[in-house]
């Protein structure tokens, strides 16, 4: 058994991607966040759906349209598949805890 909330010793320097279960198609990570964004010009052009809520925290997605999205605890996305976006901000304090489900 593993605890969501078991981080590593924070601020991180690089996000911390999890793998917590792949089976069938269908991948779910944990994602630990203190501050890191997208490099300028950088977008997720993702080849799966992702479903993602933000556990703990606050964080910000921007869509190529320009669409802005901000998150709190408990907020969650659906991004489907080729929806170009990118991560414009993430709390330090307290870290964002991330739960992302990609099918």
């Keep these: 058994m ?3 909330f ?3 010793k924070l601020p991180i320097p ?3 991607f999890d793998k917590l279960m792949e ?4 991948l779910i990570e944990r994602i630990v966040s203190t501050g890191q964004v997208s490099p300028p010009g950088f977008w997720f052009d993702q080849d799966r759906d992702e479903w993602v809520v933000l ?7 921007e869509f190529e349209d320009g669409k802005i999205v901000r998150l ?6 659906m991004c489907p598949k080729d929806l170009k976006h990118r991560v414009t901000y ?6 964002c805890i991330w739960l992302a489900v990609h099918f």
């Design 72 to 77: 709190k605890k408990g907020d969650h996305i």
């Design 14 to 16: 690089e996000e911390q």
């Design 55 to 61: 556990i703990q925290g606050e964080a910000e997605l």
């Design 23 to 26: 089976k069938n198609g269908v």
């Design 90 to 95: 993430t709390s330090v304090e307290p870290a």
């Design 6 to 8: 078991d981080l590593p």
């Design 2 to 4: 593993n605890n969501l």
